[in-house]
């Protein structure tokens, strides 16, 4: 793995395998995040369908230097996806065919440095989603942060059309939670509830509204939000203007086809500008990260 930006001298000449040390340092939440959060109490966006993951002015935590503001007080947002080199977000329905071995060993170091991970109940139920697991690796930085052994899964869904008796919820280390809104079918929700979900209101209407949802997630302790997707409920974070930072993979592969990119669903007036922080390249993979300015 080669750092292709920043560019320092302490930068290594060629390829070499970076530890998950030198990674968690590299994409460390900013400083300013960090100080506040802790791992929460134990630990409208309708079903956003489509494939994940599963597979003021704040200092970044990490090496790759200050770049860009954003982050409500208390909270950052990031989201890690993956995209061909034509921009499918994934290939017959998931994202696991765009993926590598270095883009999935970023992807559990970003897992572990959070405190949440929100992600569509579509993607969820397509990527075959399982509770996050504890890494020995990572324990003593988790511990030091104050956070829980592992972090929380959020489903975003408003039919809270879900399989609660799949391992995501009857064998989370940590209980997950559901965002949905106050119109969700109260059936379901004692359902959810039943299976030891926690099902956490964050809007009026039939789904939750997504810049009330990472709020809400914030008020819990749970500071360091990653989202893993799918594309319409990264698009709804986008649109909502609550997302602070994106971990794009770039896998060297051509897809042709119709599949999704990385966000759907509505649009913005005037695009968002982010700014490139760090770039990281192994195997013909380039592994990008972007922060809102």
Same mark, same amino acid.
């Given at each position: ?21 030198? #990674? ?5 939440? %900013? !400083?300013? $995040?960090?100080? /506040? &959060? =802790?791992?929460? +109490?134990?630990?409208?966006? *309708? ?120 391992? #995501? ?5 940590? %209980? !997950?939670? $559901?965002?949905? /809104? &106050? =119109?969700?079918? +109260?059936?379901?929700?004692? *359902? ?102």
């Amino acid at each position: 793995m080669r750092s292709l930006l920043p560019v320092t001298d302490q930068t290594p000449d060629g390829d070499r395998e970076w530890s998950l040390d030198e #990674l968690a340092d590299l994409y460390a939440y %900013p !400083t300013v $995040i960090a100080a /506040g &959060a =802790g791992s929460g +109490p134990a630990a409208g966006a *309708a079903d956003s369908a489509g494939s994940g993951r599963a597979a003021g002015a704040v200092a970044p935590g990490g090496t790759g230097g200050a770049s860009g503001t954003g982050g409500a007080p208390g909270r950052w947002l990031r989201a890690n996806m993956v995209s061909s080199l034509d921009g499918a977000a994934q290939h017959g329905g998931a994202s696991q065919p765009l993926s590598g071995a270095a883009d999935m060993r970023i992807f559990g170091v970003l897992r572990a440095l959070s405190d949440v991970v929100i992600a569509g109940a579509e993607t969820v139920r397509r990527e075959g989603y399982r509770p996050a697991r504890a890494r020995e690796a990572f324990a003593a930085r988790r511990a030091a942060a104050g956070q829980a052994p592992a972090p929380a899964i959020a489903v975003v869904s408003a039919s809270l059309d879900l399989d609660f008796t799949a391992p #995501l919820f009857t064998e989370p280390l940590v %209980p !997950t939670l $559901i965002l949905t /809104g &106050a =119109g969700a079918a +109260p059936e379901r929700v004692r *359902a959810a509830e039943r299976a030891g979900a926690e099902v956490v209101v964050a809007g009026d209407g039939p789904g939750a509204d997504p810049a009330l949802a990472v709020a809400a997630l914030a008020d819990r302790g749970l500071a360091r939000q990653l989202t893993e997707g799918g594309p319409r409920l990264l698009g709804g974070f986008v649109a909502a203007g609550v997302l602070d930072e994106l971990c794009l993979s770039v896998a060297p592969v051509l897809t042709a086809g119709d599949s999704q990119r990385i966000t759907n669903g509505p649009g913005v007036t005037v695009p968002e500008r982010f700014a490139l922080v760090s770039v990281l390249e192994e195997a013909g993979f380039l592994f990008t990260r972007y922060r809102r300015i």
